[in-house]
T-cell receptor, first 112, second 112 residues
C-alpha cells in the first residue's frame, strides 16, 4: 500500500464545467505532484507543490491549478473543461532525490 | 518534443525467458532514470532506478542497463513470470527535481 489515496475514482463532466480532484499524500512527504495520463500515453507532469507552494509546472495552461494543505492533502482544479482533458489524473508524493514517487490509483475524468 | 521514448508499444515473452524493455532519451541533463510498472486500475509503482553515473543496477530478477553515449536504457527481467504482465514505463528525473518525464509505455505480456 502506497499511502496515497485519490478521490473520486471516476467522474464525468461536460465541456466548460469545472472539476476538483483530491489527493491525500503519504504522511511525511512534503512534495506532491500531479500527472495527466491520456489514453495510450505515459503520465505527463502537470505541476508540483512543496510545502504548500507551487514548485514547478509542466506544459499545462493556467486553467489547471492546485492547492496543497498542511495535512498532506492536495487538490487539482481544472476550469473550463475541454474534451482533451479526458484522462487519468495521478497524484504522487515522494521525498527521494532519485525520483522514486508513490502514486495513487488515479481519478479518471471523462469530459463530454 | 518527446524526450523519453519507448518505441515498442507491446512485447510478448514466454514464461521463464528473458524480457527486455527498451527506452531512449534525448536530454543529457537527466540525473536518474527509473522504471515503473502499472497494472490496470492501479497507479504506477516504482520498480528500479539507475543513476546517470552508473551503467548497471540490479535488484533480484530486474536489471537496468544505461548506455549514456547512446542515450539508451533497458530493463531486463529474468526469469519472466506471469505476474510481470503489466505496462512498463521508463521515466527520467531531471536534476533531482522529481518532475518525471515518462515514456509512452510498453505492455509486457508473459505467456505460460
Amino acid at each position: 500500500e502506497t499511502g496515497v489515496t485519490q478521490s473520486p475514482t471516476h467522474l464525468i463532466k461536460t465541456r466548460g464545467q469545472q472539476v476538483t480532484l483530491r489527493c491525500s499524500s503519504q504522511s511525511g512527504h512534503n512534495t506532491v505532484s500531479w500527472y495527466q495520463q491520456a489514453l495510450g500515453q505515459g503520465p505527463q507532469f502537470i505541476f508540483q507543490y512543496y510545502r504548500e507552494e507551487e514548485n514547478g509546472r509542466g506544459n499545462f495552461p493556467p486553467r489547471f491549478s492546485g492547492l496543497q494543505f498542511p495535512n498532506y492533502s492536495s487538490e487539482l482544479n481544472v476550469n473550463a473543461l475541454e474534451l482533451d482533458d479526458s484522462a487519468l489524473y495521478l497524484c504522487a508524493s515522494g521525498e527521494s532525490y532519485t525520483g522514486e514517487l508513490f502514486f495513487g490509483e488515479g481519478s479518471r475524468l471523462t469530459v463530454l | 518534443d518527446q524526450q523519453v521514448k519507448q518505441n515498442s508499444p507491446s512485447l510478448s515473452v514466454q514464461e521463464g525467458r528473458i524480457s527486455i524493455l527498451n527506452c531512449d532519451y534525448t536530454n543529457s541533463m537527466f540525473d536518474y532514470f527509473l522504471w515503473y510498472k502499472k497494472y490496470p486500475a492501479e497507479g504506477p509503482t516504482f520498480l528500479i532506478s539507475i543513476s546517470s553515473i552508473k551503467d548497471k543496477n540490479e535488484d533480484g530478477r530486474f536489471t537496468v542497463f544505461l548506455n549514456k553515449s547512446a542515450k539508451h536504457l533497458s530493463l531486463h527481467i529474468v526469469p519472466s513470470q506471469p505476474g510481470d504482465s503489466a505496462v512498463y514505463f521508463c521515466a527520467a528525473n531531471p536534476q533531482g527535481a522529481q518532475k518525471l518525464v515518462f515514456g509512452q509505455g510498453t505492455r509486457l505480456t508473459i505467456n505460460p
